[in-house]
């Protein structure tokens, strides 16, 4: 995912379908799931600074960003498989 959109960043960047990282996060910003994908593509695409400070800055200016932890997965994924068993169960 990250390499895909990299790649991507560099496309759109060079048409000038955005103008920047933070443009363009916000414009594919359902692929963006995980801290880790936003700090992959941050990383390789050469964008200086502090990965931390950026981010926190984003979310912070863009309220509407959803993103999932591991842990908030690992805590779905908990509570799918009790209620599957419930169902099972019943």
Do not use: C, Q
Request: avoid cysteine.
């Amino acid at each position: 995912m990250i390499s895909r959109l990299t790649n991507l960043f560099e496309i759109e960047l060079k048409n000038g379908s955005v103008t920047d990282f933070t443009d363009f996060v916000r414009k594919y910003d359902k692929y963006f799931y995980t801290s880790g994908i936003v700090k992959g593509v941050y990383s390789a695409v050469g964008h200086e600074g502090n990965f931390t400070n950026w981010f926190k800055y984003f979310k912070k200016t863009n309220p509407n960003f959803n993103y999932y932890s591991l842990r908030d997965i690992k805590k779905y994924k908990a509570t799918i498989v009790k209620s599957i068993k419930n169902y099972i169960k019943s």
